[in-house]
């Protein structure tokens, strides 16, 4: 009995770790699909009112949303100006793309690296983002690496860690 107990263990650990990979992947799937959407709405307003030569004026930090919390509760219409600064293209009035900012499973709460298109990073903690300055577009998310805060799984089952994801 003590055994088949011992041997249990592990299989119950890795099933655990599993499942706990899974949800984070389609957690992660679900945020960068949020961004997409934000980015192909964002460029159809600019096509409509112009055409696609128009697209060419805007940097692309333009296109992408300013903040997490813009996928779940955008703050109504967001201008969109083009590369010199000053002239204004469009107002892009985003719908909600997500009913919530998903968790990292392995931290319990929904914290994570936020990578701006102006090639900064900043943090997303307890509905909050926190961008260095200059910080525009959101363009991706990654998970937070500190082991501390991640219980120890920093790196998955197949070897990769999971900032990398």
């Not at 055994?3 to 099933?15: G, L, Q, R």
């Not at 706990?20 to 945020?31: P, R």
């Not at 499973?105 to 300055?133: C, D, K, L, Q």
Request: aromatic share 10%; with cysteine.
């Amino acid at each position: 009995m003590g055994i088949v107990a011992i041997a249990a263990v592990p299989v119950a650990e890795i099933t655990y770790v599993k499942n706990q990979e899974t949800l984070l992947e389609k957690n992660l799937e679900d945020i960068r699909t949020a961004i997409s959407l934000w980015k192909r709405d964002c460029r159809n307003v600019v096509v409509s009112i112009g055409d696609y030569n128009s697209l060419y004026n805007i940097h692309d930090s333009q296109l992408y949303p300013p903040t997490l919390e813009a996928l779940v509760n955008p703050a109504g219409a967001y201008p969109i100006i083009a590369s010199d600064g000053i002239t204004h293209i469009a107002d892009f009035k985003p719908r909600p793309y997500l009913q919530a900012i998903p968790q990292d499973p392995f931290i319990g709460a929904a914290e994570w690296v936020i990578h701006f298109a102006s090639g900064t990073t900043g943090t997303y903690n307890s509905g909050v983002t926190t961008p260095p300055a200059n910080a525009s577009g959101v363009f991706d998310i990654s998970c937070v690496s500190d082991p501390v805060k991640r219980r120890g799984f920093v790196t998955a089952i197949d070897g990769t860690k999971y900032e990398d994801w």
